[in-house]
């Protein structure tokens, strides 16, 4: 029977861990936290200097229960990860077993090796509880921050909103950047390029600098028609490439966002697995150093393979604002595995991450480059022709990257070229690139906001919760000008391209902008990207020993709090960005813009709870009182019931999607008055049944009965009945085309991966070589039964 007892926090580090310990240990996983802050009250006592009161998580009492079980009469090894998170998860499974953390033995490693294992077993030390409260402190104040910021948002914004530290800063990133791309003007400039013979050969050279306007480049042709051109000068200089340091958590997201397509959280997930099945080292790490065994380790595997000309010696510093993590950069465990994982996701990011710290040990890249200025008679510019020649590979020998070889055949000074043909191209000048996951990481990691394990979920979150979305951008057509001199003639060429496109951008919502302002206004020192740096700096003083969490907390609190107060009188119409459009010329009733319970909204005449306080608000601005506001109507558009005030009829507001492709600060009375036609009825089918068309939270639709048709490249206001026919018996037949076989309980169906069999709670596919069409009912019921039983999926709260 085992006499030890070592509790980590993921079942697959234990059962990596236990292949490596003998009959003496038992290895067994906690499963991520076992005690939190309570679900449903701060849990906070602020009077008593932020005294935290923590139980034990819902999900969590059997696993505590079997840890109590099983700690019985043994030694306890506490081995979760070596960060704040893993140091506070060691402190409360003390806790839940009743055991001193200043006497219990913890162990940490960054790798999961046996060589790692036993070194760590053999010098135990406690708990650090100068760790534990760093993270402490971050949870309370993260607490602070949710539970008394949330419902400011709910009353003056929408009910389930949430706010943090880090996620509304990078929210604000977000808005920012998106606000800078609107106010960006495109400017129009030309690139001069010529083609020039040397001896019968082309040379390629260019302008440095753009002409501004299309008269200044037609002047410059028409010089060229004439103009002698000369080599003035070449210049030939070595240069080299280095190789990047080993990986970060924030690099390893970059990198595997541009070479691989990973999404922050994916990285995050397979990293996880490669560090806990022993193939990588800890993966939430903010240092690019190695360890003197990896040192040698790369450099015995270089000179092997390569030979000692490719090996060269590096320790890299870390240069990160902020860094704090005491683990080596992300490397593999054993070098000498060249493929290690058990997917082809993991064994692609594990590739990255070997290459990536073998290519750090190797030499620099040599290359030859070659400059060639040539001078134009009758002007002063001069064009300039480069070339490059790889020399040595180097590092690029394992990550690539290097580039084509742009050679240049051999020119003199004095040489006199002949032009072949030479064009200026119409170029604009771009907006700032709106962030992907990637960037917006290294974003946060310059302005020192966050740490290498926040970074995902504060990415991940800012997306579920409706602020910012991943999405492709089409971009707008612009004519483009290129003018063309060849054969001593300037010809003039315009052409389409495509402006401002974007793929796998974040983008903010309309929630984001306005959410941004209202903390702009009245928490702008709280989302202040110097304020968050250096709350994450307190963050790390604590767990250095330099400063108290309570009195962090103290600090915090004290410029906090009354900021809260301050928010409760702001005004939620002024919050909600709510716009005066005009009038409806029709029923003399004011039109509004304004962000509603489901997004942006139009709304035809003022709330009822607003009319009887008209005369003493500013003239013609409506009140949105929380409740009204929130309830009233805004799903039922053409409301048309009404109350009584006196003996006046009082009719409640109308309302209507917006405009597609409008926004809030932006939309037009012109453009809002067709919406309230919505929705439409377009006409009535063979049958005699209406047809409506309408805009839904997926886009615009035709409805007949009970049937919803997509309509996403037609306007529902504008859509006829014949083009409507036409798109509901498409719809019919595609639903026709999808059942292949109805056997009235079972049906074989054509789905987006193939056929398949479905009961309607189970689907089972058919196996390959079967045809669909030659099933029974009695051969479809064999599949069902065979198939495995749907997953249970519970939707988060």
């Not at 064994?347 to 290519?359: E, G």
């Not at 070659?370 to 300039?384: F, K, M, N, P, Y």
């Not at 053409?638 to 809030?664: I, N, Y």
Request: glycine share 8%; proline share 5%; net charge positive.
């Amino acid at each position: 029977m085992a006499k030890n007892l070592m509790i980590v926090e993921s079942p697959a580090k234990a059962k990596t861990i236990a292949r490596y310990l003998g009959d003496d240990f038992e290895v067994k996983s906690s499963f991520g936290h076992v005690r939190d802050l309570p679900k449903k009250q701060l849990g906070v006592d602020i009077a008593k200097k932020f005294e935290p009161t923590y139980e034990i998580s819902p999900d969590k009492g059997k696993i505590v229960s079997q840890l109590r079980s099983i700690a019985k009469g043994k030694t306890i090894w506490l081995a979760s990860d070596e960060d704040r998170e893993g140091e506070a998860i060691a402190w409360h499974i003390c806790f839940v077993l009743g055991i001193d953390p200043n006497k219990t033995k913890r162990i940490v490693f960054h790798e999961i090796t046996k060589s790692a294992i036993a070194t760590a077993i053999a010098k135990p030390r406690t708990v650090d509880q100068k760790l534990v409260d760093s993270q402490q402190a971050r949870r309370v104040l993260d607490r602070l921050v949710g539970y008394e910021l949330s419902p400011i948002l709910w009353k003056k914004i929408r009910a389930g909103l949430s706010a943090g530290r880090v996620q509304s800063v990078a929210v604000r990133l977000t808005v920012e950047r998106e606000r800078e791309i609107r106010a960006f003007q495109a400017e129009g400039s030309f690139k001069l390029s010529g083609i020039f013979d040397a001896d019968g050969e082309e040379v390629l050279a260019e302008l440095p600098s753009k002409i501004l306007t299309e008269p200044l480049a037609q002047e410059f042709l028409e010089t060229a028609k004439t103009a002698t051109f000369t080599v003035e000068s070449v210049d030939q200089k070595p240069a080299t490439r280095a190789p990047s340091a080993p990986f970060t958590t924030s690099s390893l997201q970059q990198e595997a966002a541009r070479r691989l397509g990973y999404g922050v959280k994916q990285t995050m997930t397979v990293a996880q697995r490669l560090y806990e099945n022993g193939h990588i080292t800890y993966m939430r790490t903010d240092s690019v150093a190695l360890s003197g065994l990896a040192i040698k380790a790369a450099r015995d595997y270089i000179v092997k393979a390569y030979g000692q000309n490719y090996h060269q010696v590096r320790q890299y510093k870390t240069k990160s604002r902020g860094a704090q993590e005491a683990h080596e950069a992300i490397r593999p465990t054993q070098l000498t595995s060249l493929n290690s994982g058990a997917d082809t996701q993991q064994q692609k990011l594990y590739q990255l991450i070997w290459q990536r710290t073998v290519a750090s040990q190797m030499a620099p890249a040599q290359i030859d480059q070659t400059q060639a200025r040539i001078s134009i008679s009758g002007r002063d510019e001069q064009l300039v022709a480069s070339g490059e020649i790889l020399k040595f590979d180097g590092f690029l020998k394992v990550y690539g990257g290097g580039k084509e070889d742009k050679i240049l055949p051999k020119l003199s000074r004095g040489q006199r070229l002949s032009l072949k043909t030479m064009s200026a191209q119409e170029v604009f000048s771009r907006a700032p690139a709106r962030y992907s996951e990637a960037s917006l990481v290294k974003k946060l990691e310059e302005l020192g906001i966050g740490r290498p394990s926040t970074y995902a979920p504060t990415i991940t979150t800012i997306q579920t919760r409706g602020y910012v979305e991943k999405s492709d951008i089409d971009g707008e057509p612009r004519r483009v000008i290129e003018l063309v001199l060849a054969g001593g003639k300037i010809s003039k060429n315009i052409t389409e391209i495509v402006l401002g496109a974007d793929r796998g951008k974040l983008i903010p919502t309309q929630l984001a902008e306005i959410v941004t302002d209202f903390l702009q206004k009245y928490f702008s020192s709280i989302i202040d990207y110097d304020f968050t740096a250096r709350a994450e700096e307190e963050l790390d003083d604590i767990a250095g020993g330099k400063d108290q969490w309570q009195e962090m907390l103290e600090r915090f609190y004290k410029a906090f709090h009354p900021l809260i107060e301050k928010s409760k009188q702001a005004s939620r119409d002024v919050t909600l960005q709510v716009r005066k459009l005009g009038k409806d010329p029709k029923s003399g009733q004011l039109v509004y813009a304004r962000y509603g319970r489901f997004g942006p909204v139009l709304q035809l005449g003022d709330n009822p709870a607003s009319r009887s306080t008209r005369s003493t608000k500013a003239q013609g601005r409506p009140v949105f009182d929380s409740e009204v506001a929130q309830t009233r109507g805004e799903d039922t558009r053409r409301a048309t019931s009404s109350g009584q005030e006196g003996d006046k009829k009082v009719l409640k507001p109308r309302f209507a999607p917006m405009p597609s492709g409008s926004e809030l600060n932006s939309v037009t009375l012109e453009q809002a008055l067709p919406m309230f036609n919505l929705p439409r009825i377009v006409g009535k089918s063979a049958e005699g049944e209406e047809i409506s068309s309408d805009i839904g939270p997926y886009g615009p639709y035709l409805k007949l009965g009970k049937q919803f048709v997509s309509i996403k490249d037609h306007d529902p206001l504008t859509i006829s009945l014949e083009e409507a026919l036409q798109l509901i018996e498409q719809k019919k037949q595609a639903i026709a085309e999808k059942v292949i076989a109805d056997f009235g309980t079972i049906r074989v169906l054509n789905g987006p991966y193939g056929p398949y069999v479905s009961d309607g709670k189970k689907n089972a596919r058919i196996p390959k070589g079967t045809k669909p069409k030659t099933l029974d009912k009695a051969q479809a019921q064999e599949l069902l039964d065979k198939a495995p039983a749907k997953s249970k999926f519970r939707r988060r709260k």
